[in-house]
């Protein structure tokens, strides 16, 4: 899994580290669990403070921390819809050798997500 968060929020580092480690809640309430080795990446960043961070500007707005708790369920929120939105948007395909994936079908879908 990777996860790229892309915010416009004035955060700094420490910040978007924090909301990239809200992935894997995403992740979890899709019912996946994360295993040794398995390769998960989480990276954040945010556009807003360019200049400053380019040396075009000595001037930067950071986001107060106790503002941050609506972000965090954003990307909690935004991965989880992800996960579902790939499993819907699925096909059955074959790949080399003849290896086959097949598309969950929707029925089931819905069923283990109780809608």
């Not at 019912?31 to 040794?36: A, E, Q």
């Not at 556009?47 to 965090?72: C, K, R, V, Y």
Request: net charge negative.
């Amino acid at each position: 899994v990777i996860a790229i968060i892309a915010t416009d929020a004035p955060l700094m580092a420490h910040q978007l580290k924090r909301l990239a480690r809200r992935a894997p809640m995403g992740l979890a309430r899709t019912g996946t669990i994360g295993h040794h080795g398995s390769g998960d990446i989480f990276l954040a960043f945010s556009t807003t403070n360019e200049a400053a961070l380019s040396g075009h500007s000595t001037q930067f707005t950071i986001m107060p921390p106790d503002h941050i708790d609506p972000l965090f369920t954003a990307v909690t929120e935004a991965t989880e819809e992800a996960v579902i939105d790939s499993m819907v948007a699925n096909e059955t395909m074959t790949g080399r050798d003849g290896n086959t994936s097949v598309a969950l079908p929707h029925d089931l879908l819905r069923q283990a997500f109780g809608l």
